[in-house]
């Protein structure tokens, strides 16, 4: 099982900015291909943003184009969200999710899965 753990989601206010944080517990993520997933009230889970190992492939849901961009910092074995001008409509728990095979439209797709299960996730709220 792959465990990670999320953090950083927050209440802002439409136009703000937030970064979540995934850290990988007992595996290394910058060998994994990664995903960052919202849930948002009474919607199915969706992959927003899905990355490829060393990040030369990256997957963008329309709603999140230039908006929200990952990084890592391999020191901390993490990945981060960052998530800039955002919406009510971007309201969820966020999700991330790491797999060494997919490719990052595959992983990104509503069919995808973690191993074993998914995180605790984080909760962004996005309200004036």
């Known amino acids: 099982q792959l465990q990670v753990v999320e953090s950083g989601g927050d209440l802002v206010q439409p136009g703000g900015s937030l970064t979540l944080s995934c850290l990988g517990v007992?595996?290394?993520?910058?060998?994994?291909?990664i995903g960052w997933f919202r849930q948002a009230p009474g919607k199915e889970r969706e992959g927003v943003l899905c990355s490829s190992k060393g990040d030369r492939d990256t997957y963008y849901a329309d709603s999140v184009k230039g908006r929200f961009t990952i990084s890592r910092d391999n020191a901390a074995n993490a990945v981060y969200l960052q998530m800039n001008n955002l919406k009510p409509e971007d309201t969820g728990v966020y999700y991330c999710?790491?797999?060494?095979?997919?490719?990052?439209?595959?992983?990104?797709?509503?069919?995808?899965?973690?191993?074993?299960?998914w995180g605790q996730g984080t909760q962004v709220t996005v309200s004036s």
């Open positions: 007992g595996f290394t993520l910058d060998y994994y291909v």
């Open positions: 999710g790491a797999d060494y095979r997919a490719t990052v439209q595959a992983m990104c797709s509503p069919g995808w899965r973690p191993f074993g299960s």
